[in-house]
């Protein structure tokens, strides 16, 4: 199998896998029975943990698609692994934040 097939084909079960425990998460949320902290509690129980796996998805999507992530930021350069968690955690706080003002 050629590489590129094979990191492609890596990628989509990853986020497929990203995926099955998403519904995982929430069903066992349902079966539970944590409606009542479901709906109090809803952007810190369901919002905030769908935004940390939707932001490792776009992330490893991007990593994958177009080669390492590397980028300056108020001249800091990162490069290596440090590129994709910075821009994790970029991802994941915008997010959080539009969680935060949508709410």
Do not use: N
Request: net charge positive.
């Amino acid at each position: 199998m050629e590489r590129r097939t094979f990191v492609r084909f890596a990628s989509w079960i990853v986020v497929s896998g990203a995926s099955l425990f998403t519904a995982i998460y929430l069903g066992i949320l349902v079966l539970r029975d944590y409606d009542a902290i479901i709906r109090e509690h809803f952007a810190a129980t369901v919002g905030l943990p769908l935004a940390g796996i939707a932001s490792f998805c776009i992330v490893y999507v991007l990593q994958h698609s177009s080669g390492a992530i590397e980028f300056e930021v108020l001249g800091l350069k990162f490069k290596g692994a440090s590129g994709p968690i910075v821009f994790w955690v970029l991802c994941f706080l915008g997010m959080a934040l539009a969680i935060k003002l949508l709410w």
